[in-house]
């Protein structure tokens, strides 16, 4: 059973940025896509990012298109959401999810993701 860590969350004002990170363990990292998803207060979780196993391909949700990249470093088992001009919609707590296929359907859906982390909250302030 992987186990996903996240963590890079915090408080930033409107137009700053901030790194998520999300940890795993296990030795098949590397054969798995990976997803990003949020929730925030009062709604449903919704999809961020994806990114397929080797990193080659991503997908990012339109509403942080331009803003948000996803990429990973598979030698050190790690997945990174790198999120700039962030704005008060963004505040949400932040998912990394792991599916188990090498690459990630269009769109990408909650029930593709098998394992899940504990989320990491961010709070962007106006």
């Known amino acids: 059973q992987v186990q996903l860590v996240e963590s890079g969350g915090g408080l930033v004002q409107a137009g700053g940025s901030l790194r998520l990170s999300c940890a795993a363990s296990g030795r098949t990292f590397s054969s798995y896509a990976m997803g990003w998803f949020r929730q925030a207060p009062g709604k449903e979780r919704e999809f961020v990012a994806a990114?397929?196993?080797?990193?080659?391909?991503?997908y990012p949700a339109d509403s942080v298109k331009g803003r948000f990249t996803i990429t990973r470093d598979n030698a050190k088992n790690t997945v990174y959401l790198q999120m700039n001009n962030l704005k008060p919609e963004d505040t949400a707590v932040y998912y990394c999810?792991?599916?188990?296929?090498?690459?990630?359907?269009?769109?990408?859906?909650?029930?593709?993701?098998?394992?899940w982390g504990q989320g990491t909250q961010v709070t962007v302030s106006s």
């Open positions: 999810a792991q599916r188990n296929k090498y690459y990630y359907t269009l769109p990408p859906s909650l029930n593709d993701f098998r394992s």
């Open positions: 990114i397929s196993s080797s990193g080659t391909n991503t």
